[in-house]
């Protein structure tokens, strides 16, 4: 049998080089590292998870079937999210991928604003989604400046949550 010698092809080149471009970029970016707020509350890292958030008013975030119109991560988003964070997806025992600055204060679905959020300890996810109600209806009512609530909710989600509650301190 005869044996042609191997020659690399342009083809070949390019999708050897794309590929070790995405695996190298994969795995030179660093891990994402939960913060501990006050209280032993987890927070996101702001280097991973600094928010994003999309051009709208408030008319816009007002109606209540919003979010159900702008909701739109993929499985390859919360996939990305998770390892950025090295968490393991387990649904209703982990996380939920939340984002940092809830649809309904005008969040955007980008990675940039999307972290595994865990459930425990508490206050954990099911409370920041009570917070974010609360943040809602304060914007939408005219009680809350809606670029103030998404800055705040940003840099620190707990410390808004204890003012809604009255143990933090006020606007």
């Given at each position: 049998m005869l044996s042609t010698p191997w020659r690399p092809t342009i083809r070949g080149l390019l999708v050897g080089l794309a590929w070790l471009v995405l695996t190298t970029g994969a795995a030179a970016q660093p891990p994402a590292h939960y913060?501990?707020?006050?209280?032993?509350?987890?927070?996101?890292d702001s280097s991973a998870t600094p928010g994003a958030t999309?051009?709208?008013?408030?008319?816009?975030?007002?109606?209540?079937?919003h979010t159900r119109r702008v909701r739109h991560v993929t499985p390859a988003q919360k996939h990305r999210a998770y390892a950025?964070?090295?968490?393991?997806?387990?649904?209703?025992?982990?996380?939920?991928?939340?984002?940092?600055?809830?649809?309904?204060?005008?969040?955007?679905?980008?990675?940039?604003?999307?972290?595994?959020?865990?459930?425990?300890?508490?206050p954990g996810a099911r409370e920041k989604?009570?917070?974010?109600?609360?943040?809602h209806f304060a914007v939408c009512?005219?009680?809350?400046?809606?670029?103030e609530a998404q800055q705040k909710i940003a840099a620190d989600w707990y410390?808004?949550?204890?003012?809604?509650?009255?143990?933090?301190?006020?606007?």
């Open positions: 913060r501990t707020g006050a209280d032993g509350v987890i927070l996101p999309r051009p709208v008013t408030v008319s816009d975030l007002c109606p209540i079937a950025v964070y090295g968490a393991t997806p387990k649904q209703g025992v982990c996380c939920e991928v939340d984002h940092l600055i809830p649809l309904e204060l005008g969040g955007s679905n980008a990675d940039s604003n999307l972290w595994p959020e865990p459930y425990a300890p508490k989604d009570v917070l974010e109600t609360f943040l009512g005219g009680t809350l400046d809606l670029k410390a808004v949550y204890l003012e809604m509650r009255g143990q933090g301190p006020s606007r």
